[in-house]
């Protein structure tokens, strides 16, 4: 599968944005779907995941929980991160992964994760 990630943009605090993940391939309603993001000087860290083969599966960070939600669309084979109450902290690089073969003990972990789109970056100003 590959990934596309889009809809970064420099946003005020407060302000919203909504991250989109464009996948191609007839198989993507298998995969998970991750979320990741890294700042400058950081490593990357998990935001959120969705699993694959509508079980339904959804966690998130705790630095995003009740203001970041992800969601799947596997008509459209996108995942998309909606993401309120943005914080210049919440500043990133934010890249989608996909794997189909994670168990849910992985799901937090880059690594696990076989492919990966490109980087979109979102920039919040206080």
């Known amino acids: 599968v590959q990934l596309q990630a889009s809809g970064g943009g420099l946003v005020q605090a407060g302000g919203s944005l909504r991250l989109s993940c464009a996948a191609s391939?007839?198989?993507?309603?298998?995969?998970?779907i991750g979320w990741f993001r890294q700042a400058p000087g950081k490593e990357r860290e998990f935001v959120a995941c969705?699993?694959?083969?509508?079980?339904?599966?959804?966690k998130y960070s705790d630095s995003v929980k009740g203001r970041f939600t992800i969601s799947r669309d596997n008509a459209k084979n996108t995942v998309s991160l909606e993401m309120t109450n943005l914080k210049p902290e919440d500043t990133a690089v934010y890249y989608c992964?996909?794997?189909?073969?994670?168990?849910?003990?992985?799901?937090?972990?880059?690594?696990?994760?076989?492919?990966w789109g490109q980087g979109t970056q979102v920039t919040v100003s206080s």
């Open positions: 992964a996909g794997d189909r073969s994670l168990i849910v003990g992985q799901s937090t972990v880059p690594d696990a994760y076989d492919y």
């Open positions: 391939g007839r198989t993507f309603t298998n995969y998970w």
């Open positions: 969705i699993s694959g083969l509508g079980r339904s599966t959804i």
